[in-house]
């Protein structure tokens, strides 16, 4: 069966940084476009940044758009988002989604369950000092 799972998050202060890592077994996600979204407690889940198959679209949420990174590892088979100049309002669960249907090109960051088919647990990503 396949799973995706989420690591590398934490509690840190404003300003520091975290990367966060999806790995999928039972698959590669080589072949995905990968959503990271995110849900505050009362809040509804939000896309945060997506990367297409080809590793040659990103797509971020204005938000956090020049404070994080999505990149791929085909040769590790991972996908990365990395966040840096956090802020307490980034504080959140985390998730990445698998769209294993993607069209190269395009990524969405609406968290639409009929696209990404394939969701990870979350991790937990606090920014408190």
């Known amino acids: 069966q396949l799973q995706l799972v989420e690591s590398g998050g934490g509690s840190v202060q404003p300003g520091g940084s975290l990367t966060l890592s999806c790995a999928a077994s039972?698959?590669?996600?080589?072949?995905?476009?990968i959503g990271w979204f995110r849900q505050a407690p009362g809040k509804e889940r939000e896309g945060v940044s997506c990367?297409?198959?080809?590793?040659?679209?990103?797509n971020y949420r204005d938000s956090v758009n020049g404070r994080f990174t999505v990149s791929r590892d085909r040769a590790a088979k991972m996908v990365y988002l990395r966040m840096s100049s956090l802020k307490p309002e980034d504080t959140a669960t985390y998730y990445c989604?698998?769209?294993?249907?993607?069209?190269?090109?395009?990524?969405?960051?609406?968290?639409?369950?009929?696209?990404?088919?394939?969701w990870g647990q979350g991790i937990q990503v606090t920014v408190s000092s």
């Open positions: 039972g698959s590669t996600l080589n072949l995905a476009t």
């Open positions: 989604a698998a769209d294993w249907s993607p069209v190269t090109g395009i990524c969405t960051l609406e968290p639409d369950n009929a696209i990404y088919e394939y």
């Open positions: 990367i297409d198959s080809s590793g040659l679209t990103k």
